[in-house]
């Protein structure tokens, strides 16, 4: 048994919040955005928050510290969209490797800090995979229904890249997140399967899907049962879901994921539902109720924040978990 899971056998480990959210408030335009390496890239660049590790590494370190001030056990890298069928989008696929890389270096740094003053509170670094913006299940083309933007194997390809980085930068971690498509994910458990393989190492792999919308349906259409045995023929170290809802519509399908697992679960939902101008305003006192019900149940081993969350959410739920035990789980 390593490190972490020792850990998750004796309390609840607490996930960061929301990175874009606390990019928002840094207001970054295009000049920041480009800095003076890309001020010559010849697409618009503002709104890749993942090239932001390189043209603006202090904003991002200082989140994660924000994070980690407040309690957070886990940080994740500022890599959700580092693949290079993500990077298409703005011609930057050639720097797949080196934006993983140093996002993952530079939140293994900050959390370094940490540990180091506090050795008795272990933190780790949770390298970002997202599910890329293709779906391998289906097809974008109402009038070609068995069109695929992307395959199988170009995602392996993808994703084998960004996993390589993320753990040459330091990451403890993997974290497969906000699965819509859960092909995507098997491409992804697949390609960081290779990555143990050749490297001869143990992953631990956190596998975290997305419930659209009140069917109880991932985007694909898998229910919370069908997403679950897709995966499951990876070892996983947690499985659970994130995004899209908040705390009191994603309840109802964590139990019912609680339920058919053995693998430790997590949780981080968004702050409440977005408003009509897409922003969140569930506040962290009213997210800390929601997720006590959480904690009462004994439905999680990890639990965090998305969309909307941060620092001051964050410190709520370091709170709330000193006063609950771990969801009881068989994983070892």
């Not at 229904?145 to 170009?154: I, K, N, S, W």
């Amino acid at each position: 048994m390593n490190k972490l899971q020792q850990i998750l056998q004796e309390r609840i480990l607490i996930l960061d919040g929301a990175m874009g959210t606390m990019l928002q408030a840094y207001k970054f335009d295009e000049a920041d955005f480009r800095g003076l390496r890309f001020k010559d890239h010849p697409v618009p660049l503002q709104g890749n928050n993942d090239l932001l590790s390189l043209t603006q590494p202090q904003a991002i370190a200082d989140i994660h510290r924000k994070y980690l001030e407040v309690g957070a056990d886990i940080i994740e890298t500022n890599t959700f969209s580092g693949t290079t069928i993500a990077m298409a989008d703005y011609q930057m696929e050639d720097l797949v490797y080196e934006l993983n890389f140093e996002s993952a270096r530079i939140a293994k740094r900050v959390a370094d800090e940490f540990t180091q003053q506090n050795p008795d509170k272990s933190r780790f670094v949770a390298g970002s995979i997202g599910p890329t913006n293709k779906t391998a299940s289906m097809s974008p083309d109402v009038n070609d229904p068995g069109y695929r933007a992307v395959t199988f194997d170009e995602l392996v390809v993808a994703y084998r890249q960004q996993a390589e980085a993320l753990l040459d930068g330091g990451a403890d971690i993997l974290l497969v997140e906000t699965i819509f498509d859960t092909l995507n994910a098997k491409a992804a458990l697949y390609a960081i399967d290779q990555v143990r393989e050749a490297r001869d190492i143990e992953i631990p792999i956190m596998v975290s899907g997305t419930i659209t919308d009140a069917s109880g349906r991932t985007l694909s259409g898998q229910t919370v049962e069908a997403f679950l045995i897709s995966v499951s023929h990876i070892p996983l170290l947690s499985v659970g879901f994130n995004c899209a809802l908040g705390a009191d519509q994603l309840k109802p399908y964590i139990q019912r994921l609680g339920a058919q697992t053995d693998h430790y679960v997590s949780a981080h939902p968004n702050a409440g539902l977005p408003n009509a101008f897409g922003e969140y305003d569930q506040t962290p006192e009213e997210m800390e109720t929601l997720i006590e019900e959480y904690l009462q149940d004994r439905l999680v081993n990890i639990v965090g924040g998305c969309c909307g969350t941060g620092p001051e959410h964050i410190a709520r739920l370091v709170r709330l978990t000193q006063k609950h035990s771990p969801r009881a789980c068989s994983t070892v």
